[in-house]
């Protein structure tokens, strides 16, 4: 199968700091992995497009500065959420789209992040 | 632009009965359409797609172009059929997908 993992799981921090969230490709290599954002019984909203060795493509209305996303090999990328705020409490989810141009995308299990 | 409509949020049926989640599209290109499921405390997982043509767990969805419809289908619902459910749609040589807002099916026993 393909497997994509998420750490963490959960994670409460006080306003002001930052947060990193880790998006794994297990057993394949993801050239793509994507940063979906999840509000509560609403759908997933793209935040950006992550490329290995490129730049993100950030989503009309999603603040890059505020979004850190880093895609530094072929099996992980990282959103940072720097100077978390309470309205950045959310369910983070990640998908990966595995190298050789599979259409489908397999998804991280997400993470729920409070921000105090 | 491209947007997917599931124009109900909860479908609630009792075991046993036929289940029909809705999924509108528009998109003036040739798309490519998913069905995702979410269990309760799962990730998100691909359902079926449209080109395989398949029937997974018992649930079938056929495009039709003319209704621009992609609705999700099965005769008979299980209780372990509950979940939300997610309808997607990939434009030709993209590889991101504009999901709908969702659909929660509930089977009662």
């Known amino acids: 199968g393909a497997v994509v993992s998420q750490h963490p799981s959960w994670v409460i921090c006080k306003s002001g700091t930052s947060v990193k969230i880790e998006c794994r490709s297990l057993?394949?290599?993801?050239?793509?992995m994507f940063w979906y954002r999840q509000f509560p019984k609403q759908s997933l909203m793209l935040m950006a497009t992550s490329n290995e060795g490129s730049k993100a493509t950030y989503e009309q209305g999603v603040e890059k500065d505020k979004f850190l996303i880093n895609h530094a090999s072929l099996t992980l990328s990282t959103l940072t959420v720097t100077s978390a705020h309470p309205e950045d409490s959310s369910f983070y989810i990640c998908?990966?789209?595995?190298?050789?141009?599979?259409?489908?995308?397999?998804f991280g299990p997400g993470t729920r992040l409070l921000v105090l | 632009a491209q947007r997917v409509t599931q124009p109900e949020k909860l479908l609630s049926v009792f075991k046993g009965a036929p289940v029909e989640l809705k999924c509108n599209y528009s998109y003036s290109g040739s798309p490519e359409l998913f069905w995702y499921v979410q269990y309760s405390r799962q990730r998100l997982q691909l359902l079926l797609r449209?080109?395989s043509r398949e029937s997974i767990k018992g649930f079938t969805a056929d495009l039709n172009k003319g209704e621009t419809s992609f609705h999700l289908k099965k005769p008979f619902a299980q209780e372990e059929d509950s979940a939300m459910y997610y309808c997607?749609?990939?434009?030709?040589?993209?590889?991101?997908?504009?999901f709908g807002r969702g659909t929660s099916l509930i089977v009662h026993p």
């Open positions: 057993d394949f290599q993801a050239t793509t």
């Open positions: 998908s990966a789209r595995r190298s050789g141009g599979q259409e489908t995308q397999y």
């Open positions: 997607a749609l990939q434009s030709g040589g993209s590889y991101i997908p504009t």
């Open positions: 449209h080109i």
